[in-house]
């Protein structure tokens, strides 16, 4: 018995025990009771007539590299349908508010076979595309074996995944030779790609560094310029609920040892932003409110800058030399730092960066950014930074360096994904049935007969 069939066996005599598993992490909160049914296959939505790509991202951070894409492709491909299942309550929510419209989520279903050739009758994929290390055997061979093209974006594995798998070599091979391409995030991935079975992978940058820079308005940097008279500042950057007081902790520590300095705090979500000034001036800081007045109170006694508004954040990261990225201090999975580095700033960020894991490791590597474990840390690494403009150039270019690097990695993808679009962009809908096999009441009388004969 082949590796694959020994899974597909075991899975098949775990379905009770699965069913009871998934009830638990209902009661957990891990899984949406409404949506259940979606993990054994069933559909919560029709299939709409027309061809089909279909996008697979496991979590958060998955999904968060996969938005681009889909963005993209829904622009170039208007008439095209696309779905996109992930398999986390977090990530749902957060596809169901920034998906596209005409975009169909679903969770994906439990590998078990039964369960999967469910999902694949409804959906029936005309491409099917995986992120990073999502390989759940039986969804991925049973949808490789109705000739639905697959392709592995994003390619990433960890170095102890990598080991693992090389443990079981007939195995991973047959799953990772059944892709028709693999699109890696660097060399590195691509060659541990190449060494599990993939057919001549390519190293075409993060996915997740594929969204457009943050615009500036030229005219309102250089009027917030004017306004704080050059002072020395840093910029907390969508910050959550704690990072705020971090921040606080963090002015009130080196503004003796740095006269003048300029906290600027941008929320992640302004409409928290009279609940942070509030906690702002119980603490005894002075405080200007982007919302409120714009620049009027924004003086030379500022002591914290409350930048609470929607869509400027480019704006600050432009006027600030050191950006801490929040979310990662407060348990949310941090925020893209490649963001600050393609504007020039030195990076910090906390502990927790899980939704962008390989960006932070790319960053850090060559000096672009520093990690800090708290609000110690996180003073320590500002106060550096400001008092050594050497450390914080070195670091701000080494971040913009891997920044640049990633220019251009959404088009790379695309062109790549080209040869199995154009048949799409003509077939007009799908000509497979729930087998796999020709339909031929969705072909033309020509091929009709063709194929008869």
């Known amino acids: 018995m082949t590796g694959y069939s020994l899974y597909r066996f075991l899975t098949f005599l775990a379905g009770p025990a699965l069913r009871i598993y998934l009830q638990r992490r209902v009661t957990r909160g891990k899984e949406e009771k409404g949506r259940l049914r979606e993990r054994f296959g069933i559909a919560s939505q029709p299939r709409p007539s027309g061809p089909l790509v279909w996008l697979h991202a496991a979590s958060v951070g998955e999904s968060l590299s996969l938005l681009p894409l889909v963005e993209a492709l829904r622009t ?3 008439a095209l349908n696309i779905l996109v299942t992930s398999g986390t309550v977090t990530s749902a929510r957060l596809l169901q508010t920034r998906l596209p419209n005409q975009t169909i989520h679903q969770y994906n279903p439990i590998d078990r076979a039964a369960w999967v050739r469910r999902f694949l009758d409804h959906w029936r994929p005309d491409l099917a595309l995986y992120v990073e290390s999502e390989l759940w055997p039986n969804l991925l061979g049973m949808t490789q074996a109705r000739d639905t093209p697959t392709g592995l974006l994003n390619a990433r594995m960890s170095e102890s995944s990598f080991r693992n798998w090389r443990r079981m070599p007939a195995f991973i091979r047959q799953l990772m030779a059944g892709f028709h391409f693999c699109l890696a995030q660097n060399p590195t991935q691509a060659e541990r790609m190449a060494a599990l079975g993939a057919r001549n992978p390519r190293p075409l940058g993060n996915l997740k560094c594929a969204a457009k820079p943050l615009e500036v308005d030229a005219d309102a940097l250089a009027a917030l310029r004017a306004a704080t008279q050059d002072r020395t500042c840093w910029l907390a950057a969508s910050t959550h609920d704690g990072e705020e007081t971090a921040a606080a902790q963090v002015h009130a520590a080196l503004a003796p040892k740095h006269p003048g300095l300029l906290t600027v705090i941008a929320p992640r979500h302004p409409e928290r932003g009279p609940e942070i000034a509030k906690l702002l001036r119980s603490r005894g800081l002075r405080l200007a409110q982007r919302s409120r007045d714009g ?39 941090g925020h893209n730092p490649i963001e600050p580095a393609r504007l020039g700033c030195a990076v910090v960020h906390g502990p927790d960066m899980r939704a962008f894991t390989e960006v932070a490791e790319d960053l850090s590597e060559p000096g672009g950014s520093w990690q800090v474990s708290d609000v110690d840390g996180l003073t320590r690494a500002v106060d550096r930074l400001l008092s050594e403009p050497e450390t914080r150039g070195h670091q701000a270019h080494a971040a913009r360096e891997v920044a640049a690097g990633q220019v251009g990695v959404l088009d790379a993808v695309l062109a790549e994904l080209e040869p199995y679009l154009a048949p799409l962009r003509l077939s007009g809908q799908s000509a497979q049935t729930p087998t796999g096999e020709p339909d031929l009441s969705v072909m033309s009388p020509a091929a009709g007969s063709t194929a008869a004969r």
């Open 295 to 333: 620049l009027q109170s924004l003086s030379a006694d500022t002591d914290v800058y409350l930048a609470d508004t929607l869509g400027e954040l480019g704006l600050f990261y432009s006027l600030c030399p050191i950006a801490f990225v929040g979310g990662s201090l407060s348990g949310v999975g």
């Open 76 to 78: 170039r491909e208007p």
